[in-house]
């Protein structure tokens, strides 16, 4: 009993982070209708950045995150400038092999600079013990980071003139350039939001994991699995389905094992996807 | 103000417009007319940017408009209510009006801009929350327009504004035209209701197949018994 609420304290926590992680993947599908494929190699990249900074040259690691989610942004922007823009309107198979090269060079580039080796920062962060739930400071401190800064987004996407014309283009972008909207602007944003994200999500990792090159495969298949279990581009509906994912991995973990738990994970996935093809809350529209 | 010379188009393999000169004066509403595929939406289209002309020129106060983006053409002050409104589904009513102020100068007047729609249109004040995807189609249309208006354009092109309502909304929407119309604005407006379009307009052109059959003031129209009959139903 006292496991599965700790388990379930832990998937609500790991939930929390993976919504952040699918965020980004999710806001580039609904407004420029690309997935990206290469999402969890630019966190694995974004810690790389991360880690150069800080245990490398000895920046602050508060430092080093904020110049690591720059750098971040920018690859963002370069993705867009480089493969999505002369993309656009190219067949979708084309994307997504251009979009899924970037995996290698991703990839192969980390491995050319930093090596096989396993890299991480030491930082000393004590378990919390309250009552007969014990819960790791890091896990919280990337679930609460991790909530504000998607309240951000979500005030950012609500209140702004700018967050506003991000979700008209996702909408009916056509409507959006009677507007006065330029899409050519917004995908630049979509694309550098996204890309800070990934330097986000990469600093709230620094504290539970340490980084290799094929760190980020598993985390654009799992990101890629939650926007399409929520319906993809429907925000909220990722939110939701990383919650999910997040308590099915650390309930099913507690109760078999590990690797039972991500068979688990994908045979819900799977089953849901068979009921639900557009996701849980997906309009059901192939766009 | 505005105007199309020469203006050759084609929708996909299919010659929509054939070497079409029209022109909207300044504080006027300018209708045109005609049945379904007769090019009518394609006009638009081209004035606003979205279909590229094969040849020909659009001017806008003396500009040449049809070589720029469509976000571009709508800075100058061109609106365009496309045919069914064209909601972004999901946004707010508010929402929905706050994107129609997304142009630089719109902003910086929006409480001023917003105050003055919701007066024309106080329904809009009451929904201001509702998802837009939920209203009905007239409301739907009402807020269209009131979008479009929230940018402040010198010109509001509206494609078919009565398209799918029902008559007695069809009466609500031209009775805002006219409104819209007596404060000042100069329209462009496609229909295929041609009696009520006749009623606001200052002067009418009537398409067939992508070329200009007739055009003049309701005068015109009124006296000619062969376009009313053959054309208009009338």
């Known amino acids: ?287 | 103000m505005l105007k199309v010379e020469n203006v050759t188009a084609f929708y996909g393999e299919f010659q929509a417009l054939s070497n079409i000169t029209l022109e909207v004066k300044a504080g006027q509403t300018t209708i045109v007319l005609g049945p379904n595929g007769a090019g009518k939406t394609t006009l638009l289209k081209s004035i606003c940017g979205l279909e590229k002309i094969r040849s020909g020129a659009v001017y806008f106060e003396n500009q040449r408009i049809d070589t720029m983006n469509t976000h571009k053409i709508a800075e100058l002050g061109i609106a365009l209510v496309p045919e069914g409104g064209r909601l972004f589904p999901n946004l707010s009513v508010y929402e929905n009006l706050k994107i129609g102020a997304y142009l630089h100068k719109a902003r910086k007047n929006f409480q001023e801009t917003i105050e003055e729609i919701y007066s024309l249109f106080p329904i809009l004040k009451e929904r201001a929350k509702q998802i837009a995807g939920s209203m009905s189609g007239g409301e739907r249309q009402m807020l269209a327009v009131a979008r479009s208006l929230m940018s402040k354009p010198k010109i509001l092109i509206l494609d078919e504004p009565s398209a799918g309502l029902a008559p007695k909304i069809i009466l609500h929407m031209f009775s805002f035209v006219e409104k819209i119309k007596k404060s000042g604005y100069s329209i462009l407006l496609v229909e295929q209701n041609a009696m009520k379009a006749l009623q606001v307009a200052d002067y009418a052109y009537l398409f067939e197949s992508g070329k200009i059959v007739f055009e003049g003031g309701q005068e015109d129209f009124d006296k000619n018994e062969y376009i009313k009959k053959a054309y208009l139903g009338l």
Request: charge should be neutral; aromatic fraction near 10%; charged fraction near 5%.
């Open chain 1, 1 to 287: 009993m006292e496991q599965l609420l700790n388990a379930l304290i832990n998937g609500i926590l790991l939930g929390g982070v993976l919504a952040l992680l699918a965020f980004g993947l999710n806001l580039i599908f609904g407004v420029v209708k690309i997935i990206h494929m290469a999402y969890g190699q630019f966190v694995m990249l974004g810690f790389y950045i991360i880690y150069f900074f800080c245990a490398t040259l000895g920046l602050p690691i508060t430092m080093s995150v904020i110049i690591g989610v720059v750098i971040m942004a920018l690859f963002g922007a370069l993705t867009q400038l480089s493969l999505i823009k002369p993309l656009l309107s190219a067949p979708r198979v084309n994307q997504l092999l251009a979009l899924a090269s970037l995996i290698i060079i991703v990839e192969n580039l980390a491995m050319f600079i930093w090596g096989a080796d396993y890299r991480g920062i030491p930082m000393d962060m004590p378990i919390i013990e309250i009552g007969t739930v014990f819960i790791r400071s890091s896990y919280l401190f990337a679930f609460i980071g991790a909530l504000a800064v998607l309240g951000l987004l979500y005030l950012f996407l609500h209140s702004t003139f700018t967050g506003l014309a991000i979700r008209a283009v996702a909408q009916d972008m056509e409507v959006a350039k009677l507007m006065g909207v330029n899409p050519g602007l917004i995908y630049y944003i979509t694309l550098m939001t996204g890309g800070a994200l990934t330097g986000v999500v990469a600093a709230f990792f620094v504290p539970i994991y340490t980084v290799h090159p094929h760190f980020g495969s598993s985390f654009t298949i799992m990101a890629f699995i939650i926007v399409v279990l929520g319906g993809m581009g429907n925000l909220l509906g990722g939110f939701i389905s990383a919650f999910i994912i997040g308590i099915v991995t650390s309930v099913a973990a507690v109760l078999t094992t590990t690797e039972v738990a991500d068979i688990v994970v994908l045979v819900i996935f799977i089953m849901v996807m068979l009921v639900r093809p557009q996701g849980i809350l997906g309009k059901g529209v192939a766009t």
